[in-house]
């Protein structure tokens, strides 16, 4: 018999994405064209979904042409993709890659009806 000793940590705290409802909600499903973890900013090329990829420095701004919008919850790539197109989100609460800032984001996302705070 095997036992998990592995540290798991565990909390009552209720993590929020949604922030608020006077903007409606509105979501999409895409066929994602890489693995994706719940609530990335996502690009929308050639009918697939993928990250904002990561700059490569803190000096270059994260690219956001083709900004779609922010996966509701994890996919595998080739799986469908639940995007939410509009509505209010907490900005602490993106998945983003290592060099990408939510501040890099903000206006882009407003541009489609994304607002963060």
Do not use: C, W
């Amino acid at each position: 018999m095997s036992m998990d000793l592995e540290r798991q940590d565990f909390s009552t705290k209720e993590q929020y994405f949604i922030a608020g409802t006077t903007i409606p909600i509105t979501t999409a499903v895409k066929e994602a064209g890489e693995d994706l973890e719940a609530h990335t900013p996502v690009l929308l090329e050639g009918g697939k979904v993928k990250a904002v990829a990561d700059p490569g420095s803190d000096e270059k701004p994260a690219v956001t042409d083709g900004i779609y919008g922010i996966t509701a919850d994890s996919a595998k790539s080739g799986e469908d993709a639940v995007i939410y197109l509009t509505g209010e989100f907490f900005a602490d609460e993106l998945a983003l890659a290592e060099h990408v800032k939510a501040a890099d984001l903000e206006v882009p996302l407003r541009n489609i009806g994304i607002f963060l705070k």
